[in-house]
């Protein structure tokens, strides 16, 4: 939710806020049959079992460049095309996926099924990498892979319970005549 909410601050990407009315452009859905925007991932977000996965979740955010290059770079005639609303999208996917790298540790410690790589389409930075076998070292005793998956710590070598027998020694106690 903190990574939504971040975004919809940033004011370069308030034509994502709210859905596309057909008030405000009466052509959109004849482009677009699948809408999304940043409210309705919101509420997708707060809403008991809205997403199961951050990849399900990136994928509503990836909708939004979706869609906006669906009807602004469509070669049909669209009623209101803005050059600059394809790129704010592009950069929007952008800021959602550095948030993602960012947190991908606390993801990762609240979702040990959370695999970073899947989610952003790219591997991690070595920093954010680090990070999250970091956690996975802490939850996890064997660690976790690249993608994640827990891995089954090494079984504990048991001390040897075997008495090893001395070296004989010539007389007495240990090995001193005056003792024998």
């Known amino acids: 939710m903190e990574i939504v909410e971040e975004v919809m601050r940033n004011p370069a990407f308030i034509a994502f806020c709210s859905a596309v009315t057909k008030k405000i452009v009466p052509d959109y ?14 509420k997708n977000l707060r809403r008991a079992g809205g997403y199961h996965t951050a990849d399900a979740w990136m994928q509503d955010v990836r909708q939004i460049l979706a869609n906006a290059k669906l009807y602004h770079e469509s070669e049909e005639e669209a009623m209101m095309r803005h050059p600059a609303i394809v790129p704010a999208a592009q950069q929007m996917v952008e800021e959602a996926e550095k948030a993602v790298e960012r947190r991908a540790a606390d993801l990762k410690l609240a979702d040990q099924f959370f695999d970073a790589e899947k989610v952003l389409g790219r591997p991690l930075s070595a920093e954010a990498q680090e990070a999250v076998d970091n956690v996975g070292r802490m939850v996890f005793p064997g660690g976790v ?28 106690f240990g090995g001193n005549p005056e003792l024998a």
Not at 145 to 172: H, L, M, N, R, Y
């Open 145 to 172: 892979t690249a993608s994640g998956a827990p891995v089954a710590p090494p079984p504990k070598e048991e001390p040897t319970s075997e008495i090893q027998p001395a070296a004989e020694q010539e007389g007495g």
């Open 29 to 42: 859905r004849e482009f677009v049959d699948r809408p999304m925007d940043l409210s309705t991932i919101a």
